[in-house]
């Protein structure tokens, strides 16, 4: 079931009388027969800055301010060479932030997908029409999802599970099965590229190794242990219930965007919660 309890969304800021454009059309006022300023929102971050280091410049920051996307951003996301690199959404993202000591590579992943969303929503509306398959009757078909409705989770949810949070933005789990005390942190976006990365190789390897480089990426130490040797160990003979036990505690803290919303299809009225699907459309409503 969602988890909705508010709404992902950004708030304009209101720019003063006397405030310099931060964005103009041609750059120069002079040359140009008229200047725009480019429209600003505050984004709500899902992690409220709590799990960022001090130096980082989003440090209990609750907020983030980002600029509309703008014909530039397009062409970034259209770019051949930066979607070949499978930089084009960090490009993108980088260009947006208003602030330019925040890095689009060290922005937490919810963090990062609630910058995301809100671009899209403001680019092209909250309404995302996209193809879906309904899973009990198999009938593609045309659903309209909105965004407004993807609420942030702020990762405090442990339910019933051993976590205890660290100073420094990890979290200790006790594992049921080993009896040890796995730490672990959340990813950023460099993180996740590189886990992607990682199951790339071992797909062109002929290897399946998903869990167990989940676990290496997610998993730092050890009963106190951040040595590689003993990280490799763990994570290859951990218990099955104990590997279960460290993914699901992720999940749960981990501060992110919940794209769960309900699901009704046209054709056999089946109700179910459904993941907004990211689908290549997400960006090109029109296309």
């Known amino acids: 079931m969602s988890r909705n309890k508010n709404r992902v969304g950004g708030t304009k800021q209101p720019q003063p009388d006397n405030a310099p454009p931060q964005s103009l059309m041609g750059g120069d006022t002079e040359a140009t027969p008229f200047s725009f300023v480019v429209p600003t929102e ?43 690199q499978g930089v084009a959404l960090d490009r993108v ?28 929503a403001a680019a092209y509306g909250t309404d995302y029409i996209t193809q879906v398959v309904c899973p009990a009757c198999g009938t593609a078909q045309e659903y309209a999802f909105d965004l407004t409705d993807c609420a942030p989770y702020d990762g405090t949810d442990t339910g019933n ?83 279960r036990y460290v993914r699901s505690a992720y999940r749960l803290m981990s501060p992110d965007v919940d794209l769960t919303q309900e699901f009704t299809c046209e054709e056999c009225d089946h109700e179910a919660d459904m993941e907004v699907p990211l689908s290549a459309d997400f960006f090109w409503p029109d296309r």
Request: net charge negative; aromatic share 4%.
């Open 93 to 120: 993202i980088q260009s947006l932030i208003v602030d330019p000591a925040i890095k689009a590579d060290h922005l937490l992943v919810g963090d990062r997908n609630a910058i995301i969303i809100a671009t899209r």
């Open 161 to 243: 599970m051993d976590i205890t949070p660290n100073a420094d933005g990890t979290f200790d789990v006790a594992l049921p099965a080993s009896n040890v005390t796995a730490t672990i942190r959340l990813l950023t976006g460099a993180d996740e590229k590189r886990f992607i990365n990682g199951l790339q190789a071992d797909r062109k390897q002929k290897r399946d190794r998903t869990v167990t480089r989940q676990l290496r990426n997610i998993v730092v130490a050890v009963n106190g242990d951040t040595s590689a040797e003993a990280l490799n160990y763990a994570v290859e003979n951990f218990p099955a219930i104990d590997s």
């Open 42 to 84: 505050f984004v709500e971050l899902p992690s409220g800055g709590r799990f960022y280091t001090e130096t980082h410049p989003l440090h209990q920051m609750t907020t983030v301010e980002i600029r509309h996307m703008t014909a530039k951003e397009e062409d970034m996301l259209t770019s051949r060479t930066l979607l070949k």
